[in-house]
């Protein structure tokens, strides 16, 4: 960091935990918006084909862009999409599981679970057709060497099926 403030351009996702230090603000600059971190700890996902989420675990934060200027505290989580924010209570495991062992979710559609797996494993899903990707998806994956197990616990549970053929997963209505 050079001069009074410690500022960080992400692309990606990335948990910060940041000790406070008025002399020197913490400031993350994301697609479209700015994290202000006063001695905390968040999750910070921006990927361009997925909304904007920050998810706060511990302290305080700021999440200012154009149209738009909120604090959010413990256990809150900002999503940010055209430009609007919206900001909600969220169970913390489901939103930083990402630095763990499992995959976690909570009624997320499966389209969000796709590509969760895709930057994991390396995977393209293709679905057959628009209303699987909403498939509702509660639960734990563990993040296996294979995706192909992981698959299997989501065929399991829901009304899909998968086709591997090399780095592509076609996602299919159960038959």
């Not at 296996?144 to 989501?154: F, K, P, Q, V």
Request: some cysteine; charged content about 25%.
């Amino acid at each position: 960091f050079t001069g009074n403030t410690r500022d960080v351009e992400l692309t990606g996702q990335a948990f910060f935990d940041v000790t406070s230090d008025a002399n020197s603000p913490f400031r993350v600059f994301c697609s479209g918006f700015r994290v202000d971190v006063t001695g905390t700890s968040c999750d910070t996902p921006d990927y361009r084909d997925d909304p904007a989420i920050v998810t706060l675990a511990t302290g305080e934060i700021k999440v200012a862009g154009s149209h738009f200027n909120e604090t959010l505290l413990p256990h809150q989580q900002a999503t940010i999409e055209n430009e609007e924010i919206k900001i909600r209570e969220v169970e913390l495991r489901y939103y930083i599981n990402w630095m763990d062992e499992f995959f976690r979710f909570d009624g997320e559609p499966l389209l969000h679970v796709a590509r969760k797996l895709s930057r994991w494993y390396g995977h393209e899903f293709i679905f057959e057709n628009e209303e699987l990707k909403k498939t509702r998806f509660t639960g734990s994956l563990q993040k296996y060497e294979n995706i192909s197990s992981a698959l299997e616990l989501l065929e399991m549970t829901t009304h899909v099926q998968f086709n591997i053929q090399s780095k592509t997963i076609r996602v299919m209505k159960k038959r």
